[in-house]
């Protein structure tokens, strides 16, 4: 396995890849892996073959991160990441610095070698957005999130000229915003999604769930309670109003004395568009705190 840092590196290999008609498949992280990133790989893996590359990219992006959220504390595990993606029969990790993705952010705080002379200094300036499906729910709450993940994704993809990118059902909104983009922006990769993997008690894996510390780990299984119900309620009622439920979900979640919630939707899975009436086949997607932690899920109904 290899791994590369530096971008030039990455398109010199890139182009070495498509010459010798080799397919290659993408997997975008943050690292911290789990189970979760894994099933990702194996299933790039399945897309392109035993001859074909798999990378798996290693970013912490700070463009995604609002000024009071973790970017800072995110955790980081690079050592046990590779050890995992080796296992995993990854081909490369590629694992940029800021100072290669952002160049010349001078004075920024996510720029650590900003002062070398070979970057920009006036600065990064180009940015992705995607404008239909980006404001609702995680876009709402998170004002630039998804401009930052489609900037990075954009990126990744110019890098590593993927013929496939995995992205997990855990982050639906981000996944049809990532088949938004491509489609709108003609990129020439084909976006899987793959399911979300769960602990045993239904929690989501998730790099963040290492933060649910003593008595929070037992309180985060309220989302899935929450699904879990919601998803009674419509076997047995066949149709039920949203606004009943969302009353009935924010109910569910403030039993628990750590977790507060942020926004529970109701919507139609393709078109992210909210719906009225919750029946069979209607996306749930929530967001909720525990303690500090912000932890979403989602699943269909
Ligand atoms: P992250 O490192 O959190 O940015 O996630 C990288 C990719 O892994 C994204 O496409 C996520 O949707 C996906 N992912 C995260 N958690 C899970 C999970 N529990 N099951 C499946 N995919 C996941």
């Not at 059902?169 to 709108?184: E, G, L, N, S, T």
């Not at 510390?213 to 899935?224: D, E, F, I, Y």
Request: proline share 5%.
């Amino acid at each position: 396995m290899q791994r590369v840092a530096f971008i030039a590196a990455m398109q010199r290999l890139t182009r070495q890849w498509q010459r010798a008609g080799k397919r290659i498949g993408l997997v975008p992280t943050m690292g911290c892996l789990h189970a979760g990133h894994l099933s990702l790989v194996k299933r790039a893996r399945r897309a392109v073959g035993k001859n074909g590359v798999v990378v798996v990219s290693i970013y912490v992006n700070p463009t995604q991160f609002g000024p009071k959220e973790d970017f800072s504390k995110y955790p980081r595990d690079l050592k046990r990441d590779l050890k995992l993606c080796r296992g995993a029969g990854v081909d490369l990790v590629f694992t940029p610095s800021d100072a290669e993705m952002y160049p010349g952010t001078v004075g920024s705080r996510r720029c650590e070698a900003a002062d070398k002379p070979r970057f920009d200094k006036r600065g990064y300036g180009t940015y992705v957005v995607e404008e239909k499906l980006s404001r609702i729910m995680e876009g709402a709450s998170r004002p630039d999130h998804f401009r930052g993940v489609t900037t990075v994704v954009a990126k990744l993809f110019h890098l590593v000229l993927p013929d496939v990118a995995v992205f997990g059902a855990k982050d639906w909104q981000q996944a049809a915003i990532i088949r938004r983009m491509v489609a709108d922006l003609n990129f020439p990769v084909r976006i899987l999604v793959a399911p979300t993997l769960r602990e045993r008690d239904g929690l989501a894996m998730s790099s963040r769930n290492k933060y649910l510390t003593g008595g929070l780990r037992a309180q985060a299984t309220v989302l899935w309670c929450s699904i879990q119900i919601a998803r009674a309620t419509v076997k047995k009622s066949k149709t039920f109003p949203a606004a009943g439920l969302k009353t009935a979900v924010k109910k569910l979640v403030e039993c628990e004395p750590d977790a507060r919630l942020d926004y529970v939707e109701f919507f139609d899975p393709d078109t992210l568009l909210p719906v009225s009436k919750v029946k069979r086949g209607t996306h749930l997607a929530l967001a909720v705190f525990i303690g500090k932690t912000r932890l979403i899920d989602n699943a269909r109904l």
